[in-house]
């Protein structure tokens, strides 16, 4: 599928709670604070539409700030207690009424490392509104997925911090070496992956 059909969905309301008090998002790696990775990454893409699930502005102005500057459509989760399924939720209301977004390719803003060639290879492989594709490193399904528009009521039914693992699950997967894939969860994340 086209990336003009689709809407990039950019996760980064998390609590960040593993991390302890710094913003995770904001915390350098390579340079540039973790979340604007991947914001700039899907930014240089072609999508229907740009969309971020953000914590509000008084907690992460500067993150707001980059969104805005590359187009972003921001919408604000500010009820961290229900988890990732609360975000997911906020992105396809917001998309359900954009009739040319066949779907939506969620993204996670901890995931700085994924390559432009990877989403591509996600969204190449969606065919249409059924297709839900996932990325894996060969044991398990994770984001960044395309999710097609035919399971947006499942999503909205979401409730937690599973997120759609059992929908992803059940989905064509797109395999990537796990270095790719991996998130920054914890200050050695950072440090055991610096780059020599």
């Known amino acids: 599928m086209r990336t003009e059909q689709i809407a990039a969905v950019l996760l980064a309301a998390g609590a960040s709670s593993r991390f302890g008090e710094e913003d995770k998002l904001m915390a350098e790696w390579r340079g540039k604070p973790v979340a604007v990775h991947a914001l700039e990454t899907i930014a240089s893409m072609i999508f229907g539409e740009l969309v971020a699930v953000v914590r509000p502005i008084d907690r992460a102005p500067v993150l707001h700030r ?32 954009i009739r040319k977004c066949r779907g939506i390719l969620i993204c996670l803003a901890d995931m700085p490392d994924v390559p432009q060639t990877h989403y591509n290879r996600i969204c190449m492989a969606a065919k249409d509104v059924r297709s839900v594709v ?13 999710i097609g528009r035919k399971h947006f009521p499942e999503l909205l039914a979401l409730r937690g911090d599973q997120g759609a693992r059992a929908l992803l699950s059940r989905g064509m997967q797109i395999e990537t070496m796990g270095a790719s894939l991996r998130d920054i969860d914890t200050p050695d994340d950072l440090t055991e992956r610096r780059p020599e």
């Open 66 to 97: 980059r969104l805005e500057r590359r187009g972003y459509n921001i919408l604000v989760n500010d009820r961290q207690e229900d988890g990732i399924s609360g975000s997911i939720i906020r992105a396809v209301e917001h998309v359900m009424p």
């Open 134 to 146: 996932a990325s894996t490193d060969g044991f398990s399904s994770s984001p960044p997925a395309f």
